[in-house]
T-cell receptor, first 113, second 112 residues
Framework: AQSVTQLGSHVSVSEGALVLLRCNYSSSVPPYLFWYVQYPNQGLQLLLKYTSAATLVKGINGFEAEFKKSETSFHLTKPSAHMSDAAEYFCACSNFGNEKLTFGTGTRLTIIP | NAGVTQTPKFQVLKTGQSMTLQCAQD?????MSWYRQDPGMGLRLIHY???????DQGEVPNGYNVSRSTTEDFPLRLLSAAPSQTSVYFC???????????FGQGTRLTVV
């Protein structure tokens, strides 16, 4: 079984500032890790995923995440926030042999003009 | 390419009524799943399927049934609706659980 913890249900950053959204996972075997974004009244879209290749993963819209096994973390970052980044972000985890994709509770990102 | 199609988009039910939420995908994906989204709780897995004829329970399966008679369709049945089932429901499909999941637009269900 695996679990995902997202620290901070709400994060606010100024336009142009660094975005950092935190995700920690728990898995007894090497995990597959994902970040999804949800815009208002829409379904989720994949931002990026880690599946045991490079530990630094680049995604769409300038986002990237780094897999750190020692810290069991997969934090999402973007160097410079844009107003269009305002959305809810979900970290998710699965692993080999477990057919369930588990989501965190989400972080709502607000961008301050 | 329609992707994942969910119907209906909105539904109001009375306590005790039953209904089926429809989900269809046209990407020939083997893996399909149903989630419910509630404020502060993220997405919780209700049921999932790794292929036609195979289904299994997720985190919150009570009160819901599923079947997978074809690769394309994965309906979710509410047997006897309760106010606690008021939620937004999402269907998703992917090639496998470790590949990108494609989500439908969601069904907003209110049980009164």
């Amino acid at each position: 079984a695996q679990s995902v913890t997202q620290l901070g249900s709400h994060v606010s950053v100024s336009e142009g500032a660094l975005v950092l959204l935190r995700c920690n996972y728990s898995s007894s075997v090497p995990p597959y890790l994902f970040w999804y974004v949800q815009y208002p009244n829409q379904g989720l879209q994949l931002l990026l995923k880690y599946t045991s290749a490079a530990t630094l993963v680049k995604g769409i819209n300038g986002f990237e995440a780094e897999f750190k096994k020692s810290e069991t973390s997969f934090h999402l970052t973007k160097p410079s926030a844009h107003m269009s980044d305002a959305a809810e972000y979900f970290c998710a985890c699965s692993n080999f042999g477990n057919e369930k994709l588990t989501f965190g509770t989400g972080t709502r990102l607000t961008i301050i003009p | 390419n329609a992707g994942v199609t969910q119907t209906p988009k909105f539904q109001v039910l009375k306590t005790g009524q039953s209904m089926t939420l429809q989900c269809a995908q046209d990407m020939n994906h083997e893996y399909m799943s149903w989630y419910r989204q509630d404020p502060g709780m993220g997405l919780r897995l209700i049921h999932y399927s790794v292929g036609a004829g195979i289904t299994d329970q997720g985190e919150v399966p009570n009160g819901y049934n599923v079947s997978r008679s074809t690769t394309e369709d994965f309906p979710l049945r509410l047997l006897s609706a309760a106010p606690s089932q008021t939620s937004v429901y999402f269907c998703a499909s992917s090639l496998r659980v470790d590949t990108e999941a494609f989500f439908g637009q969601g069904t907003r269900l209110t049980v009164v």
